[in-house]
């Protein structure tokens, strides 16, 4: 095992895209697809910067940047995008230097899934990746009013494991998320250097 939790840490968190399941190309290649049918062009870059994002709030953002107003709908893009990745879902790993910390602290640390993925998206990843049974707590865009960077999502997986925000240590890969877990007054882990990632 490469890696491990840092000292006097009694709860951990775990965001679920690019950390947990190696998501992310699959996510891009349905947000290119989706927007290449409405005339829009986005590149890694614009999609690095959103991760941790709720779709939704990334489908508005290309609609702005791509000046798209009028002609196509935060729905209809998202639903596009959503379609392309449930498409290739089933092809979804996890990601095996933070599984390894799961598997050897599940039932003796509480943990968490904090995540800024739709429910039924996350519900199917953790499946397909066979993760949903190490967890009983799961926090998604559809259980807070406040997305990553603010730290809602952490605070109320902080609040559900009863544990306080500065013994908890966050698993994360994007730059919202790493904010987030810094501002809720958490420890944090980019786990992105863990991992060779193709997006």
Known sequence: MLHDIKPGIKGLIFDLDGTLADTMPYHFNGWKIACKKYGAEIDNAFLRKHTGSPGWIIAAEIIKACKLNGSVSVEEIMGEK?????????????????????????????????????????????????????????????????????????LKCAEMMKIDPEYIEVFEDGDLGIEAAIVAGMQVTDVRSWYDSNW
């Open 82 to 154: 959503m379609k392309e990745f449930y498409k290739q879902q089933y092809l979804v790993k996890a990601i095996t230097p933070v599984v390894e910390i799961v598997k050897k602290y599940h039932g003796i640390l509480p943990m968490s899934v904090g995540t800024g993925g739709h429910r039924e998206a996350v519900e199917r990843t953790l499946e397909v990746t066979d993760l949903r049974k190490y967890f009983d707590i799961i926090i998604t865009a559809n259980d807070v009013e406040n997305f990553k960077p603010h730290p809602e999502t952490f």
